[in-house]
């Protein structure tokens, strides 16, 4: 599980994050959702501890990220796992290597493990065979899977996700998103996610935080989010008019 | 300015913390060591064999006196190539090569997210990626001064002889006349100096790169000029105190 507990963070006067709180429970979905500028991938830094916050505090089952030493905070990093907006894989490295590198960096695991271990990842992503390839040889699609791949090798508590559906089509998009609930469910992870694509809110939030002007305005599930009466969140989910259709038919 | 020059200091610091195991230091070096040096052998032979034998035939055309013996002419050569052209020039064209170099990978590496990616799994991503850069610059930088004044004083040879204009017998007697041993010691001081300089400015115009393509090439061509003044200021300190 991991708790956010009123984080604040303002970049030049400029309040990006105005104490938010939430809680990302295990073996859940979590998706922070809102319009592009309003600090989404901010929280994300912040919990990640990329930026540091100015108040608050993240805690990792019970852990506070932000103090203690070093080693302890070495070890939460160990259990997360990260899958950036990009893909953010090595460029001079093969997809095997990118997928391997946290292993050979945080672990003293023997090399046919390791590879092992690799080639396991890259099946579950559906990516077996491509372990050769460069990251400039592959689509979009395929780096983020190997980006997912990355992030689930060190069997992560937490796993992150930064705009899974980015530049994406919307056909490599839902298999992404059933890749990350089916990895949430199988690992009992405690999933983050970070979008602002409506069909992953609807087909995959179990838990959703709504996000405005660096506030927290909203939170609950995809069953509710459609019920929503609070007019920013009705903008932000309506703008899309075969959901104004769908809500329509449903109050109907 | 004073800030600038804190944040580089800071960032210097950053390098030797928290360090990763000396195996991994050891095959990034050696990665680096191809990278860096063996990759600006050709670029570093062509220009020393080059400015050697300019040196060579304008110092022969602008000693016009009959009272100059001709040995005089490789003698100048030597000096020049050993004291200047092998370590100050040679560095001065690979701050354009190997400093655009480093700054541009690790711009592009910044802005792609890549060093988030290893700083959220608990690595110091300065230590990690500047560190091996650093000591393949102080390695092979003066291997590549070296190289750079035995060439340079070939292509004198070469061109003095090949054009006529001195004899082989006095250029060899030229670059033995009043030999001081040490110049080859400054000459080593000077690239040793230079390869920190432009590999740690490269390093911390690149590693503090934020937006996107555009400020990519924009820290890279910071990195060269940053990088050109340092050696030329470090030049100047440097004859100071070894001359």
């Known amino acids: 599980m991991i708790e956010i507990k009123h984080i604040s963070k303002s970049f030049n006067d400029r309040q990006v994050l105005d104490n938010v709180s939430g809680t990302f429970k295990k073996g859940q979905t979590s998706l922070v959702i809102g319009a592009s500028g309003t600090g989404k991938s901010v929280l994300l830094k912040c919990m990640l501890d990329l930026v540091r916050p100015e108040k608050g505090a993240t805690l990792y089952d019970g852990r506070d990220f932000y103090i203690g030493e070093e080693e302890d905070k070495k070890n939460i990093r160990r259990e997360m796992g990260v899958l950036f907006q990009g893909g953010a894989l090595f460029d001079s490295q093969t997809v095997h290597n990118n997928v391997q590198f946290p292993l050979d960096m945080l672990t003293e695991m023997p090399e046919a493990e390791k590879r092992d271990r690799v080639e ?17 040889e592959i689509s979009g699609g395929m780096k983020k899977r190997v980006g997912i791949a990355r992030a689930i090798v060190m069997n992560p508590k937490y796993l992150f996700c930064d705009e899974p559906n ?20 199988e690992y009992k992870t405690t999933t983050v996610i970070i979008t602002h694509d409506m069909n992953s809110v609807l087909s995959i939030g179990d838990y959703i935080m709504f996000l405005y002007k660096g506030k927290k305005l909203w939170e609950g599930n995809s069953q509710t989010i459609l019920d929503t009466t609070i007019p920013e969140l009705e903008e932000f989910v309506f703008s899309n008019k075969a959901l104004t259709k769908m809500r329509a038919e449903k109050r109907k | 300015m004073f ?22 230091y050891w095959n990034r070096f050696l990665d680096e060591c191809l990278n860096i040096g063996i990759s600006s052998i050709f670029i570093v032979a062509i220009v020393a064999v080059f400015i050697g034998a300019v040196t060579c035939v304008q110092t022969r055309a602008n000693l016009v006196s009959p009272l100059i013996p001709v040995y005089i002419v490789s003698n100048i050569v030597r000096d020049m190539t050993l004291l200047e052209l092998s370590s100050t020039f040679m560095c001065v064209v690979l701050a354009g090569k190997v400093g655009s170099n480093i700054a541009g990978e690790l711009g592009t590496m910044k802005i792609t997210e890549q060093i988030d990616a290893l700083e959220v799994m608990g690595i110091n991503s300065a230590s990690y990626l500047v560190l091996p850069k650093l000591l393949a610059s102080i390695f092979t930088f003066p291997l590549l001064a070296i190289l750079s004044g035995f060439l340079g004083i070939m292509g004198g040879y070469l061109a003095g002889t090949l054009t006529g204009i001195i004899t082989p017998e006095d250029y060899i007697y030229g670059i033995r006349y009043s030999f001081i041993p040490f110049n080859v010691f400054i000459a080593i001081i000077k690239a040793f100096v230079f390869g920190f300089l432009i590999s740690t400015i490269s390093a911390f115009k690149g590693y503090y790169t934020s937006g996107g393509a555009l400020e990519v090439g924009q820290a890279s061509t910071a990195a060269v000029t940053n990088s050109c003044i340092a050696v030329l200021i470090a030049d100047y300190l440097l004859a100071e105190l070894l001359t």
Do not use: A, H, W
């Open chain 1, 120 to 136: 396991f990842c890259l099946q579950r992503v559906g990516l077996e065979g491509t372990g050769n390839r460069m990251p400039s």
């Open chain 1, 166 to 185: 980015s530049g994406l089509d919307p056909l490599t998009s839902i298999k992404i998103d059933e890749l990350i609930k089916e990895i949430t469910e």
């Open chain 2, 3 to 24: 800030s600038i020059v804190g944040r580089y200091l800071i960032f210097l610091g950053k390098l030797f913390t928290r360090r990763e195991t000396f195996k991994v």
